[in-house]
């Protein structure tokens, strides 16, 4: 069959445009979305192609690329000291950067005793730091103190420590499961006041501090 020059171009014309269409679909870019959770420890993305690599810049200066992953969906899931300052992540020819910027919930303190005595133990309570209802106790009576109903949204509480306004204060390293439980101290009487101020600190990995306050009223109080 006899084609003139110009069916000629016409053929070619139309090969042309399939190959740039088949061209553009296999380089065009992919719609990535992602979130993080529990204090930027937590990512998860998803994209509407497979994504080929994930690059997790951590708060701490380390970074981790992930080049196995091949499939829409990324989740990383975190723990204590994990925290994610961004993630870059690939899909088709797009990348997109996601940063992460931390709630900073401080930790709310939470610091309660009880008296004991001869034996039996009355039930743990928090007073006020204003002193109207203090923890009285006499100087040989050993007064619990204890910080687990402690609490922080962000899960990231690092230290504690504990003043007992005597110039004792026992502390605590660093954990991540719970404050202080049962902490035991006898007050004592040389050169003290008749009222102590008892200190819950807490700290998280942001330098945030929560503190909590008990007084406790020395009942038999002697001066020197």
């Known amino acids: 069959m006899h084609r003139t020059p110009r069916t000629w171009l016409a053929v070619v014309a139309v090969i042309a445009a399939t190959m740039s269409a088949g061209h553009t679909a296999a ?26 690599h994930v690059v997790v810049r951590y708060a701490d200066g380390h970074v981790v690329k992930d080049e196995t992953i091949n499939r829409p969906d990324f989740a990383l ?15 088709a020819t797009t990348i997109e950067r996601f940063e992460c910027e931390p709630a900073g919930h401080p930790p709310a303190a939470l610091l309660e005793s009880r008296r004991c005595g001869f034996a039996n133990c009355g039930d743990w309570t928090s007073v006020d730091s204003d002193g109207s209802h203090e923890q009285c106790s006499h100087f040989e009576d050993q007064i619990p103190f204890r910080g687990t109903n402690s ?3 962000d899960g990231d509480i690092v230290s504690w420590s504990i003043d007992f306004g005597d110039g004792s204060a026992p502390v605590g390293g660093a954990w991540a499961d719970a404050p202080p439980a049962t902490v035991g101290h006898v007050f004592d009487s040389t050169g003290l006041q008749p009222f102590l101020t008892v200190t819950l600190t807490l700290t998280d990995s ?9 007084v406790v009223c020395l009942v038999d109080f002697r001066p020197d």
């Open 206 to 214: 942001a330098g945030q501090a929560g503190v909590d306050t008990i």
């Open 27 to 52: 380089d065009s870019g992919a719609e990535i979305t992602a979130s993080f959770a529990d204090a930027c420890r937590d990512f998860a993305a998803h994209s509407s192609k497979d994504i080929s």
């Open 151 to 153: 609490t922080d949204p």
């Open 77 to 91: 899931d975190g723990g204590p000291g994990d925290e994610i300052a961004s993630a870059s992540v690939k899909s």
